[in-house]
């Protein structure tokens, strides 16, 4: 299916849409704590959501029961808040925030440390986020979607970590979820051609372990299929002539 391209104007709307979403993803990333339980995450999110002026394009999605997915440990993503679930010191936490705002959607995340986890975690949350920076460096006119896939299975390979190959990025703009589909492996030279007013996800999945994963009966939550710690790392982007434009930008 055709990707579309943005023109001027709806490039502002997905900029505002994409710098709410970031700004959430900050702020309710300040207050997390070990003690706390990820409904109130969920919480904070809706909160903070709409005293920016937008609504969460994850609730009621497809019947998801949330405002935001909260996926910890060897959770890989889709991990639905609960009352029943607390932070514990040592956990690693991704918060997945997508805000709908002036008709037009960002998407973001980034996994957080509670407290301090050992070593293990902390190289597959590093490796999470150079792997995300590895495919966004891929963007820009001309680039292929295999480009992506390819920059960052190579890095996760050389560090000893594994791609989920489940479930990838995807278009995003008047809807969360539009093609293509973005896939986190790949090979460099093939898949459809990116140019400038593209917009969409990079998010790739991380595992210390293997690249299997398995759905809950929950019908959501993806787990590792051996247990390993997951981490993800997730940005809207605007392909431009000479490289992106990182819609939901925050310090990484
Ligand atoms: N924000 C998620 C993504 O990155 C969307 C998950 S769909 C949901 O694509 F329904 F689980 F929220
Ligand atoms: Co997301
Ligand atoms: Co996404």
Same mark, same amino acid.
């Given at each position: 299916?055709?990707?579309?391209?943005?023109?001027?104007?709806?490039?502002?709307?997905? +900029?505002?849409?994409?710098?709410? &979403?970031a700004?959430? @993803?900050? =702020?309710?990333?300040? #207050? !997390? /704590?070990? $003690?706390?339980?990820?409904a109130?995450?969920?919480?904070l999110?809706?909160?903070?959501?709409?005293?920016?002026?937008?609504?969460?394009?994850?609730?009621?999605?497809?019947?998801?029961?949330?405002?935001?997915?909260?996926?910890?440990?060897?959770?890989?993503?889709?991990?639905?808040?609960?009352a029943?679930?607390?932070?514990r010191?040592?956990d690693?936490i991704?918060?997945?925030?997508?805000?709908?705002?002036?008709?037009?959607?960002g998407?973001?995340s980034?996994?957080?440390?509670?407290?301090?986890?050992?070593?293990?975690a +902390?190289h597959?949350?590093?490796? &999470?986020?150079?792997? @995300?920076? =590895?495919?966004?460096? #891929? !963007? /820009?006119? $001309?680039?292929?979607?295999?480009?992506?896939?390819?920059?960052?299975?190579?890095?996760?390979?050389?560090?000893?970590?594994?791609?989920?190959?489940?479930?990838g990025?995807?278009?995003?703009?008047?809807?969360?979820?539009?093609?293509?589909h973005?896939?986190?492996?790949?090979?460099?030279?093939?898949?459809?051609?990116?140019r400038?007013?593209?917009?969409?996800?990079?998010?790739?999945?991380?595992?210390?372990?293997?690249?299997?994963?398995?759905?809950?009966?929950?019908?959501?939550?993806?787990r590792?299929?051996?247990?390993?710690?997951?981490?993800?790392?997730?940005?809207?982007?605007?392909?431009?002539?000479?490289?992106?434009?990182?819609?939901?930008?925050?310090p990484?």
């Open positions: 299916m055709a990707i579309e391209r943005l023109g001027p104007d709806q490039q502002a709307r997905m +900029r505002r849409a994409g710098a709410a &979403a700004a959430t @993803l900050a =702020a309710v990333g300040g #207050q !997390l /704590r070990a $003690g706390m339980t990820t109130e995450i969920d919480r999110v809706r909160a903070d959501t709409a005293r920016r002026g937008g609504r969460s394009s994850q609730l009621g999605y497809r019947g998801f029961p949330a405002a935001v997915c909260t996926s910890r440990n060897d959770v890989v993503c889709h991990g639905i808040p609960s029943r679930e607390r932070l010191p040592g690693i991704n918060v997945d925030v997508t805000t709908a705002l002036g008709g037009y959607h998407d973001t980034r996994t957080f440390l509670i407290g301090e986890p050992g070593p293990e +902390r597959v949350v590093e490796v &999470a986020a150079r792997c @995300l920076q =590895a495919g966004i460096s #891929q !963007l /820009r006119d $001309g680039a292929r979607l295999g480009d992506i896939g390819a920059a960052i299975s190579e890095l996760a390979r050389a560090e000893g970590c594994s791609v989920v190959r489940d479930i990025g995807h278009g995003i703009g008047r809807h969360m979820h539009m093609p293509p973005v896939s986190h492996v790949g090979q460099s030279g093939t898949g459809a051609r990116l400038a007013g593209m917009a969409l996800t990079i998010e790739p999945m991380i595992n210390l372990g293997g690249a299997e994963v398995v759905e809950l009966d929950d019908g959501w939550t993806i590792t299929a051996d247990g390993s710690l997951s981490a993800q790392f997730e940005h809207t982007l605007l392909v431009t002539q000479n490289g992106c434009e990182v819609m939901t930008p925050q990484f």
